[in-house]
């Protein structure tokens, strides 16, 4: 599992984000960073969870440290209340 977090592994993850639709310009700025990194995020799902919550689930693929780097930049976004990167592994070496 360490190993799976050196930073050049080709690594496979989620990552999960809770936020609100209605703050200002969110959205746009969260699908920006989803656009820039179109090459890691190879799925989305999106849920909405109530009036003004909307739940995301990202699939990434990529190295480990471009996938801790577009998780820290969606959960750093203003307006996020939650976030998670989950790392699992494509299993080639298991
Ligand atoms: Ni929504």
């Known amino acids: 599992m360490e190993q799976e977090w050196d930073e050049n592994k080709e690594t496979v993850g989620t990552i999960t984000i809770v ?18 990194y179109s090459k890691q995020i190879r799925s989305t799902l999106h849920i909405h969870l109530d009036e003004h919550r909307c ?9 480990s440290g471009e996938l801790k780097k577009i998780a820290d ?20 070496d298991l």
């Open 55 to 63: 739940l995301e689930v990202l699939v990434v693929r990529g190295r």
């Open 19 to 36: 936020y609100d639709h209605g703050v200002h310009e969110l959205m746009e700025k969260l699908t920006d960073l989803q656009h820039q």
């Open 73 to 92: 930049s969606l959960i750093a976004t203003k307006g996020v209340k939650h976030g998670k990167l989950t790392a699992t592994t494509t299993g080639k």
